[in-house]
């Protein structure tokens, strides 16, 4: 077997098609895991009774199974909910009519809210406890508190987590393809099958992988500057 270069350079073009899909799997995971994550991670630190214990079930449970194994329960289970839920309530509605897509969204954003929520209660446990009184001295809310001095830190701390979570997602995205979701893997796969040119789409859908991850890596890097050049009281 010889290595054909040209291919790669297809393969990779043609996996451009897929890029669109594969960012919003990771955006709208990210996003939705950030939801989960904050209240999770809030209700932890404050030993809210019965809902710490569910929180902290949550995240043992989806940090200690596979995000495979999440994403098989979601598309498998929730459709048997759903439809159980339509007929006993009469709605003319199946689980069949909603695509696959969404049940990769509802999957990876209950994963990505378990991991980040650890990672958002570490920086919130981080902020100096002085700058929250201060805060309560100067007549400020706690909702004000929370919103303008603790989490704007508690994420700043977490930068380079979070950033880890965001590249984690990213790569995740891949197991989409399990249920028949074209993401760049799944896309990989297709060039390959159809050339039987497996090891140029292989490097190809890599190349691809690592060029979003060094994006997210400089992008990163460059707001942790700003963010170090305002805490120096530069200009940031």
């Not at 950030?34 to 209700?43: D, E, G, R, S, Y």
């Not at 069949?96 to 990672?119: D, K, N, Q, R, W």
């Not at 920086?123 to 100096?128: K, L």
């Not at 796969?189 to 190349?207: C, G, H, M, Q, V």
């Amino acid at each position: 077997m010889q290595l054909d270069p040209q291919f790669i350079l297809t393969a990779f073009l043609d996996l451009f098609k897929a890029l669109p899909l594969t960012l919003l799997i990771t955006a709208v995971s990210l996003i939705g895991g950030f939801i989960i994550a904050l209240p999770v991670a809030l209700v932890r630190i404050h030993r809210v009774p019965v809902l710490r214990q569910l929180a902290s079930a949550y995240v043992t449970v989806i940090r200690g199974t596979p995000m495979l194994m999440h994403l098989f329960l979601i598309y498998y289970g929730l459709p048997i909910l759903i439809d159980a839920l339509a007929r006993k309530f009469g709605f003319d509605f199946t689980a069949a009519s909603i695509p696959i897509v969404y049940f990769v969204f509802i999957a990876f954003s209950l994963t990505a809210g378990a991991y980040m929520s650890e990672v958002i209660r570490s920086g919130i446990q981080a902020v100096d406890r002085g700058q929250v009184e201060a805060a309560y001295s100067v007549g400020m809310t706690p909702i004000q508190t929370f919103r303008r001095i603790i989490l704007p830190q508690a994420l700043a701390v977490s930068l380079l987590n979070l950033s880890s979570e965001v590249i984690g997602m990213l790569h995740g995205t891949t197991l989409a393809f399990t249920v028949s979701i074209t993401e760049i893997n799944a896309r990989a796969n297709i060039i390959a099958s159809t050339n039987w040119k497996f090891f140029e789409a292989y490097i190809a859908a890599a190349l691809m992988f690592w060029g979003l991850t060094v994006i997210i890596e400089r992008v990163t890097a460059r707001i942790e500057r700003k963010i170090n050049t305002f805490n120096r009281g530069g200009v940031a």
